[in-house]
């Protein structure tokens, strides 16, 4: 049990870390959040915390995808549109032959 509340006050100071550095830095905390998780979970030595797929979904990722999105600025989105298009362009390049499969594979077209 004690190391339940441990484990949740390491991931509440990450947190309030991750908040102060964001304001610092004037970035929104959810990339932050997102890259403070990644090294956590790639951390040796802390416990395994498994989460249900329906509470990350519902309850976790509305509220971020929501706050990127009211802090995202239209104008410099579409100041970038150049950038955007490259994006699309290199994802249907990537996806096209990903589709399509390697050449003998019975189900490919």
Same mark, same amino acid.
């Given at each position: 049990?004690? +190391? !339940?509340?441990? !484990?949740?006050?390491?991931?509440? +100071?990450?947190?309030? $870390?991750?908040?102060? #550095?964001?304001?610092?830095?004037?970035?929104?905390?959810?990339?932050?959040? $997102?890259?403070?998780?990644?090294?956590?979970? *790639?951390?040796?030595? *802390?416990?395994? #915390?498994?989460?249900?797929?329906? *509470?990350?979904?519902?309850?976790? *990722?509305?509220?971020?995808?929501?706050?990127?999105?009211?802090?995202?600025? =239209?104008?410099?989105?579409?100041? /970038?549109?150049?950038? =955007?298009?490259?994006?699309?362009?290199?994802?249907?390049?990537?996806?096209?032959?990903? /589709?399509?499969?390697?050449?003998? /594979?019975?189900?490919? /077209?």
């Amino acid at each position: 049990m004690t +190391a !339940t509340i441990q !484990t949740l006050l390491l991931l509440l +100071a990450v947190l309030v $870390v991750v908040a102060i #550095i964001a304001r610092r830095f004037n970035t929104t905390p959810s990339i932050l959040l $997102v890259i403070a998780g990644i090294l956590l979970a *790639l951390t040796p030595g *802390l416990p395994r #915390i498994e989460l249900a797929p329906e *509470l990350v979904l519902f309850g976790i *990722l509305p509220p971020l995808i929501y706050s990127a999105g009211v802090a995202m600025s =239209w104008f410099s989105t579409c100041a /970038r549109s150049r950038c =955007w298009h490259l994006v699309r362009c290199t994802t249907l390049a990537s996806a096209s032959p990903a /589709r399509i499969g390697p050449p003998g /594979r019975a189900d490919s /077209r």
